[in-house]
């Protein structure tokens, strides 16, 4: 076989239609487009999801929920799961180092430790968050959790914030307000001049004819 010789297999190649080309292309007329329609017409483009003018599908389906972007999600890890690093490692201190090394996590990911299984190791745990029950758990035996994230990080809303700073905002004024008051009170009240008796001059009585 010579390069010249080469050619593409049978039906892998295919010629691409000409339209437009007269009645003897055997597509004359209306080039294969049919007649009239929007679709005849030249710079037709089809919405997404056009259907035709029925309802479209993505309105027939119900619709339900949100997308909470407050929400933080965590890669769970349990006390059972800790056990078993532990007993495996022979460490005390559980990090995220750790549990990246023995392939449990990836450092991306946020950790919350859970409660299910039964912890006996005296373990001091590093993690973004833990359940209740976890860490009860963990201090019962002795151990130590290591919060990474506060309160406000572990997924409180943007309702609770604003209240707490609108709270906040409260309390530093009041004590301004109450010293302004008192101010003002302070001055409508002034003090009437004493008068001793002794001082008191009698006042002529005049009779009228």
């Known amino acids: 076989m010579k390069l010249h010789e080469l050619k593409p297999a049978a039906n892998a190649t295919k010629l691409s239609k000409r339209i437009g080309r007269g009645q003897g292309s055997g597509k004359g007329g209306t080039s294969t487009k049919g007649h009239k329609g929007a679709q005849s017409r030249s710079g037709y483009s089809r919405k997404i999801g056009f ?104 997924g409180e809303g943007i309702k609770e914030k604003e209240e707490k700073t609108l709270v906040a905002e409260k309390e530093e004024e009041t004590p301004i307000k109450e010293t302004l008051v008192a101010e003002e009170v302070a001055e409508e009240i002034t003090p009437l001049p004493s008068v001793s008796t002794d001082e008191t001059e009698e006042i002529p009585v005049t009779e009228n004819n």
């Open 51 to 154: 259907e035709g003018g029925q309802m479209p599908i993505y309105r027939l389906v119900p619709k339900r929920g949100f997308k909470n972007i407050n929400r933080v999600e965590y890669s769970p890890i349990n006390l059972s799961t800790l056990q078993k690093l532990a007993d495996k490692t022979q460490q005390t201190e559980i990090t995220l180092e750790l549990m990246k090394a023995n392939g449990l996590i990836s450092l991306k990911d946020k950790i919350k430790i859970l409660g299910n299984g039964e912890i006996t190791s005296k373990l001091t745990v590093t993690a973004h968050a833990f359940s209740a029950s976890a860490k009860t758990a963990i201090e019962n035996v002795g151990g130590k959790c290591i919060c990474l994230m506060g309160e406000k990080e572990q």
